[in-house]
């Protein structure tokens, strides 16, 4: 994850210069209640990648693009990963949502394991991805260059 490094710290670096907000780790017990709730209500494994990413940071929210944090943050908000996934789908769902734009949504799909690009309104696949880090690299990589 070399190249999410970099990425995740360029965004830090301007958040900071900018008096934002750098979300610290999520809580090792609110990650093992996540994986919990993944497993059981959302019937998935969280990806090593998104959990990396949680041990960093609880969730990115960051020029439109969000990547959800282990609970949801009340000030500034953000959004949960179980919250989300609540509100945009019922758990019988076809996708397991790990972010958002306003016109995209990314996600796992249950059925044939892609990570996926979707457009928000429809659900129709914009891209596909061959792993969790791949769509989030794109994803930080899209943040940073907006």
Avoid: C
Wanted: hydrophobic share 40%; no cysteine.
């Amino acid at each position: 994850m070399p190249e999410i490094d970099e990425l995740l710290q360029r965004i830090e670096a301007e958040k900071r210069e900018f008096d934002q907000e750098v979300r610290p780790p999520a809580a090792p017990a609110a990650i093992e209640r996540l994986r919990t709730h993944a497993r059981d209500s959302l019937r998935t494994e969280l990806p090593d990648g998104y959990v990396r990413l949680l041990q960093r940071a609880d969730g990115l929210d960051f020029n439109g693009y969000v990547i959800y944090a282990a609970t949801e943050q009340a000030k500034p908000y953000l959004a949960g990963l179980a919250e989300a996934n609540a509100r945009l789908a019922d758990p019988p769902a076809k996708y397991v949502f790990y972010g958002e734009t306003g016109n995209e949504l990314f996600a796992q799909d249950r059925e044939g394991g892609a990570w996926v690009r979707l457009d928000r309104p429809s659900l129709d696949v914009i891209e596909d991805f061959p792993s969790f880090e791949t769509m989030l690299e794109r994803v930080l990589h899209d943040a940073y260059e907006s």
